[in-house]
């Protein structure tokens, strides 16, 4: 069973940052992908930011094209941590942000999430 607990919202101004992180525990292994996603209200859930291992030790990073350039996702392979550096915070990027999991597709587990909340 795989347990994901993100952290790190809250409430910033515009251009402002956070770090959000997502502690993984449990059965977390072979995993092939982790993600970041969010959903504001009355919006799907959205595909924020993924980082691919294509092997054991390879990976790639992927974003939305409304984040790149703002949004980091790292993980800290020790600690199975994921995080998820945001700067140059919008106000559209207010939304619950989700962790996530994968394994060859198929989803390991999702976290309760975690409110980011940017005023103009």
């Known amino acids: 069973q795989v347990q994901l607990v993100e952290s790190g919202g809250g409430l910033v101004q515009a251009g402002g940052s956070l770090r959000l992180s997502c502690a993984a525990s449990?059965?977390?292994?072979?995993?092939?992908?982790y993600g970041w996603y969010r959903q504001a209200p009355g919006n799907q859930r959205e595909l924020v930011a993924t980082?691919?291992?294509?092997?054991?030790?390879?990976?790639?990073?992927s974003y939305v094209d409304s984040v790149r350039g703002r949004f980091t996702i790292s993980r800290d392979n020790v600690n199975n941590i994921i995080y998820l550096q945001m700067n140059s915070l919008k106000p559209e990027d207010t939304a619950v942000y989700y962790c996530?999991?994968?394994?060859?597709?198929?989803?390991?587990?999702w976290g309760q999430g975690t409110q980011v909340t940017v005023s103009s």
């Open positions: 980082i691919t291992l294509t092997g054991t030790t390879n990976y790639v990073e």
């Open positions: 996530n999991v994968e394994r060859w597709g198929t989803t390991l587990g």
């Open positions: 449990g059965s977390v292994s072979r995993v092939t992908r």
